[in-house]
């Protein structure tokens, strides 16, 4: 043992060499030249050989959305984008401008990859000119909207658009039902934006746009090349699923448009038997009439008929005494009265509520008695209305 007396702490202690890490590198390829890129520059200039030598400025600080193009486009580290015309620099949100290599390009836009693709674009087509990162960013902006899992579209589609976007999500035609039917055989009603669909077999999960239902043995009907269920079937689930009035509205609709006729009803209504709401479909069945020319009109003769009013003809047609024809909604012509019902946004325009003012002192003068009504008196005052026809039918 040493006689100095220094204890063990007080020694000298031996430091292990620094360790340095070397900053990875990151390969930048286009289109025929590969770049190695420091991982983290403020700045850096890549050349492009294909391009004459030109230069493009590439930074970081620009945003990350500028960083990750893939498969086709590969310059995308350095904002540049490699096609078959040419090499693109990023200019703005969802553009891609000419690099300034002295010829003539044109522009490609994000919007013409979703239009060359009919409107609809899946995520494998986008993330082939494209990194995720990159579509999230067009997302984020705006200038792609999410039609469901893995589609993507430029503006909200309407009904068939989403149907056809259903149909790249899932690999195979889908079948629309209920709502989405009656819209496509032309007597939809309601006008429900979410979208009706029979299973696919695939899994495909519902959300506020799209409603997934189980129907077993439903005829199906082909409308523009899009299966959908048959229309008497399609009238009659609609109207289970409804109250009374608008029930009589769609059956009137669906017999208008001629998508059905009564006896197909009934045999539909017979296959649909046990179905929740099946009960008062029978019994409107005899009331179904293929001249209302409104869901509000189908209201108001359901209310006439609850009420047991004498039955009034339908879309009636009067001479006036100037020779020209008039057509009333509702007729009682043994009594020389007609009823008219008045839609706030059709007779919201000034020149047809001259005209009806005109057409109500017609009658009047060949000795019409006219009874309107409104919204409110249909759904809300049904007696009251009631009671002033039947005044005047006594």
Known sequence: MPATGTSRSSRPRKLAPRRTRSRPTRISTTARTSVRVPARPCRSTITDSATTGNHFCASRRKGPSIHGIEGPFAG???GLVATRSG???????????????GGSLDGV?????????????????????????????????????????????????????????????????IVACLGTAALLH?????????VHVLDPGV???????????????APLHRVNGRLTTAPAWTAVEVACSMRRPRALATLDAALRVGACTIPELEVAA???????????????????????????????????????????????EI???????????????????VAEYDSMEWHANPRIWR?????????????????????????????????RIDRLLA
């Not at 609809?120 to 997302?139: D, Y």
């Not at 899994?203 to 043995?217: D, L």
């Not at 001479?319 to 009265?337: I, S, T």
């Open 76 to 78: 995308a580290a350095c």
């Open 87 to 101: 090499s693109y620099a990023q200019a703005g949100r969802g553009v891609w401008r000419p690099a300034r290599n």
């Open 109 to 173: 836009y994000i919007h013409d990859l979703v239009n060359d693709a009919d409107g609809l674009i899946t995520a494998a087509e986008i993330q082939a000119v494209m990194s995720r990162k990159m579509l999230r960013t067009h997302v984020r902006s705006g200038d792609l909207i999410r039609v469901c899992h893995g589609v993507y579209a430029l503006a909200p589609p309407d009904a068939a658009g989403t149907l056809r976007a259903l149909d790249l999500m899932v690999g195979r035609p």
């Open 186 to 194: 032309g007597f939809d009603t309601e006008r429900n934006p979410r």
């Open 203 to 217: 899994r495909v999960r519902p959300t506020s746009g799209v409603m997934v239902h189980q129907r077993v043995g």
């Open 270 to 316: 017979r296959e649909q038997t046990g179905r929740r709401g099946i009960v008062h479909v029978r019994e409107l069945l005899p009331y179904a009439d293929c001249r209302a020319e409104s869901p509000m009109e189908s209201e108001a003769r359901l209310v006439f008929i609850d009420h047991n009013l004498p039955t009034a003809e339908l879309q009636y």
């Open 319 to 337: 001479v006036d005494q100037c020779g020209d024809l008039w057509r009333v909604d509702f007729a009682w012509p043994d009594r020389m009265v």
């Open 355 to 387: 005209r009806d003012r005109l057409k109500v002192e017609r009658l009047k003068d060949c000795g019409w008695t006219t009874v309107p009504m409104v919204v409110d008196d249909v759904r809300l005052q049904p007696c009251e209305l009631v009671t």
